[in-house]
């Protein structure tokens, strides 16, 4: 059974950055796909970026391209996302989702393990 804790999540001012950070546990880390969703209250989850097995390739939603970086470290079983130019409507509660196989990386349910979540909040 893989498990996914994140950190990283707090509060920032628009226009500024963070850092999340998902390691995972009971799994061979380099066979995993990996994810970050975001949600809001009220809303479906939401795909933001995912990365293939050796980190290759890398795939963002349209609202993530050019300020945020999906990146994973198969060597510390630790996956990242690097948050730039970060706006109030970035504000969520962000998830890592993990997966071995899969068609569809940018729907929830193609993904069979996840995190608990961290909150990012960006103040105006």
């Known amino acids: 059974q893989v498990q996914l804790v994140e950190s990283g999540g707090g509060l920032v001012q628009a226009g500024g950055s963070l850092r999340l950070s998902c390691t995972a546990s009971g799994g061979t880390f380099s066979t995993l796909s990996l994810a970050w969703f975001r949600q809001t209250s009220g809303k479906e989850r939401e795909f933001v970026a995912s990365i293939n097995l050796s980190g290759s390739r890398t795939y963002y939603a349209d609202s993530a391209k050019g300020r945020f970086a999906i990146s994973r470290d198969n060597a510390k079983n630790t996956v990242y996302l690097q948050m730039n130019s970060l706006k109030p409507e970035d504000r969520a509660v962000y998830y890592c989702?993990?997966?071995?196989?899969?068609?569809?990386?940018?729907?929830?349910?193609?993904?069979?393990?996840w995190g608990q979540g961290t909150q990012v909040t960006v103040s105006s």
């Open positions: 989702a993990a997966r071995f196989l899969g068609s569809d990386r940018s729907n929830p349910s193609s993904y069979g393990f």
